[in-house]
């Protein structure tokens, strides 16, 4: 199993413009999870789903877009990039049912906005 | 609602020490508690998990964490610091009702020789 993957690694961009980072699993779970990492601030949820058509806000939802076609894509979608998106953005999934919580992690997106 | 605090975002140790990384929590249901490890440039990896079963709990590479629920604690140790340890380290909080995890701000241990 590849696990959880993202693309791309790395990512500059300008302000106002839109990009798709991109998150796939292959284990068949049904939740799954956008988080970004800033320094001193942990991780913080953005946007999460809970299974194919089904997605929900985080925490810092604002300036992001989700997606769940399939059980195994999770793409987030920044509309309009600005600088406080510059982040560390991690993709996580879990088998629902809160007693299996422990997420796996995808080795994240870099992502700078100019 | 569910909480974390990570006290300390910098910890120091020589190689061959104890490491003590604090967390206390705060939850309105029976808590599900985590220890994850960032290793530079890499995602997060699961090192231990509490789920209501022992109240110490061992988890890979040589850590530990109790659960003490009359301190809403679950502080992560390791009797004897590798360099290799060196990492930032994220306590996180799940329940019964729940899927999300909410995540401390981590812990960076450095270990020095």
């Known amino acids: 199993n590849a696990g959880v993957t993202q693309t791309p690694k790395f990512q500059v961009l300008k302000t106002g413009q839109s990009m798709t980072l991109q998150c796939a699993q292959d284990m068949n779970h049904e939740y799954m999870s956008w988080y970004r990492q800033d320094p001193g601030m942990g991780l913080r949820l953005i946007h999460y789903?809970?299974?194919?058509?089904?997605?929900d806000q985080g925490e810092v939802p604002n300036g992001y877009n989700v997606s769940r076609s399939t059980t195994e894509d999770f793409p987030l979608r920044l509309l309009s990039a600005a600088p406080s998106q510059t982040s560390v953005y991690f993709c996580?999934?879990?088998?629902?049912?809160?007693?299996?919580?422990?997420?796996?992690f995808g080795p994240g997106t870099r992502l700078t906005v100019l | 609602a569910q909480s974390v605090t990570q006290l300390g975002s910098h910890v120091s140790v020589s190689e061959g020490a104890l490491v003590l990384l604090r967390c206390n929590y705060s939850s309105s249901v029976p808590p599900y508690l985590f220890w994850y490890v960032q290793y530079p440039n890499q995602g997060l990896q699961l090192l231990l998990k509490?789920?209501?079963?022992?109240?110490l709990v061992k988890g890979i590479n040589g850590f530990e964490a109790e659960f003490k629920k009359s301190e809403t604690s679950f502080h992560l140790t390791k009797p004897s610091a590798h360099m290799s340890d060196a990492a930032e380290y994220f306590c996180?909080?799940?329940?019964?009702?729940?899927?999300?995890?909410?995540f401390g701000t981590g812990t960076r241990l450095q270990v020095f020789p």
């Open positions: 996580a999934s879990n088998v629902a049912g809160a007693q299996y919580n422990e997420q796996f």
């Open positions: 789903s809970v299974g194919a058509g089904i997605t």
């Open positions: 509490y789920t209501s079963a022992a109240t």
């Open positions: 996180a909080v799940g329940g019964y009702n729940t899927d999300k995890l909410i």
